[in-house]
């Protein structure tokens, strides 16, 4: 069954440093989304990408954070200068969304530690 | 704004008996609901959803949710609990800012799960 991965599983970095979170979405899909956790809390959206464009970005996807499809199968999280409470599970997930198939497919997630 | 509420942060249930986890919902149309489940230090695994149709939706792992309008509540449930189902599940709505696709999943706080032998 195929299925969306991501590398690293966990990244360590210290404040300031830039990171890169990959992901490789389910083959046939087109949308793909990029969310967090911080420990012991909600998943929380950051943002959505479809068609080599941000359609929505949240309150917490600020400008030290970017998105990129460089080919045809990653999808990559950017953040410029890490800051300690970027420190948090990441979860990419991909979507078809055709007509009664919206659940969206979830990677295992990269852990970030920001020291 | 759309919304979902589990009020419960943690159900403890005997191996063998049913379980509920709830989950109430806020939409301003029509809602599009998701179970997903969340083992130890893994992802997020779909379970069901509720999109159209049957009010009862059966999903994975013989776990099935009961989609009630007039409570708004989309209810996760399965008939007889196993120890390996203790894990996090968390309900989600789907947004509806798109008449497209590419809504973004807005999840409730997470309900842990515990079954005990």
């Known amino acids: 069954e195929p299925e969306v991965t991501q590398t690293p599983s966990h990244q360590v970095t210290q404040m300031g440093q830039e990171v890169i979170l990959r992901c490789v979405p389910i083959?046939?899909?087109?949308?793909f989304y990029w969310y967090r956790q911080i420990l012991g809390q909600k998943v929380e959206f950051l943002v959505s990408f479809y068609n080599n464009e941000i359609s929505e970005k949240s309150e917490i996807f600020d400008d030290q954070f970017s998105v990129e499809r460089p080919d045809g199968s990653n999808f990559t999280l950017k953040i410029r200068s890490t800051k300690l409470e970027d420190s948090a599970m990441y979860f990419c997930a991909s979507s078809e969304e055709l007509a009664g198939s919206y659940e969206q497919y979830f990677g295992p997630g990269t852990r970030l530690t920001v020291t | 704004a759309q919304s979902v509420a589990q009020p419960e942060d943690q159900v403890n249930v005997a191996e063998g008996n049913p379980l509920t986890v709830k989950c109430t919902y806020s939409?301003?149309?029509?809602?599009?609901l998701f179970w997903y489940v969340q083992y130890p230090n893994r992802g997020l695994q779909f379970l069901l959803k509720y999109i159209t149709g049957d009010n009862l939706v059966k999903g994975s792992y013989g776990f099935e949710a009961e989609f009630n309008k007039s409570q708004t509540s989309f209810h996760l449930k399965k008939p007889s609990a196993l120890v390996s189902d203790s894990a996090l599940y968390f309900c989600?709505?789907?947004?509806?800012?798109?008449?497209?696709?590419?809504?973004?999943?807005?999840f409730g706080a997470g309900t842990r799960l515990a079954v005990h032998p």
């Open positions: 083959s046939n899909h087109l949308y």
């Open positions: 989600a709505v789907r947004d509806q800012l798109f008449s497209g696709g590419y809504n973004k999943l807005i």
């Open positions: 939409v301003s149309g029509n809602p599009y």
